[in-house]
């Protein structure tokens, strides 16, 4: 079945920019997602990439996915303290898997002031 | 437009006890997910369910967990006879099943401790 690998964690300093990492192994994904989870809550949709973009930029986030590689990366621009997080990469399963999301580990980012 | 409403939001059980978890999707949605993290582990997928239909529930253990989206209702997840390895948060996610136009929304959990 499809693997997703995540570095566990990632300490930064405010106002520098963060990159977190992701490799998948299922090739089929139609969508691949962030999602970002603060202690003790639900998960939140940060933004999300379609198979045949190369990047996608929201605002201060940024998506890169390299599909030869099957590797995917967020990259948060002027992290801010309330960024402090655990991220999850989530690619989806492809249609006859019924769309479920398969979850990396989650990478802890720790920003300090 | 109300979010994906999960209750209770904290449970404890005994060792032996019954759990019933409880999933109400967004309006309009017909789909809902089960996902379980493990305390420092990410979501592991468990069921995925339509109205009054089980789609796929190969990530469900063979005993003692169920599943049920009833035509009226919410989604409940059935966790009998709980042991301490049970405990963990049980996320649901609703899709308006619309592929390739739509994201799963999550709601906030239920986090299960069993004594």
């Known amino acids: 079945g499809e693997d997703v690998e995540q570095s566990l964690f990632l300490s930064v300093r405010e106002g520098d920019s963060s990159v977190i990492n992701c490799t998948y192994t299922d090739s089929s994904s139609t969508y691949l997602y962030w999602y970002k989870q603060e202690p003790g809550a639900g998960l939140q949709l940060l933004t999300y990439i379609f198979s045949n973009m190369d990047m996608k930029q929201d605002q201060r986030l940024t998506v890169l996915l390299n599909k030869k590689d099957k590797h995917l990366s967020l990259r948060i621009a002027d992290t801010q303290t309330g960024d402090s997080a655990i991220y999850f990469c989530a690619p989806e399963g492809t249609y006859n898997q019924g769309g479920k999301l398969i979850f990396g580990q989650g990478t802890e980012l720790s920003v300090k002031p | 437009n109300a979010g994906v409403m999960q209750n209770p939001r904290h449970l404890v059980r005994r060792r032996g006890q019954e759990a019933r978890l409880r999933c109400s999707p967004m309006?309009?949605?017909?789909?809902v997910y089960w996902y379980r993290q493990l305390p420092e582990e990410g979501l592991k997928f468990m069921v995925y369910?339509?109205?009054?239909?089980?789609?796929?529930e190969s990530g469900m253990p063979k005993e003692r967990f169920s599943a049920e989206f009833p035509k009226e209702g919410p989604s409940i997840l059935r966790i009998q006879q709980v042991v301490r390895g049970d405990s963990a948060a049980y996320f649901c996610?609703?899709?308006?099943?619309?592929?390739?136009?739509?994201?799963?929304?999550f709601g906030p959990g239920t986090r299960l401790l069993v004594l």
């Open positions: 369910l339509q109205k009054e239909n089980i789609i796929d």
């Open positions: 309006k309009g949605h017909s789909h």
């Open positions: 996610a609703s899709y308006g099943g619309v592929y390739l136009e739509e994201t799963q929304y």
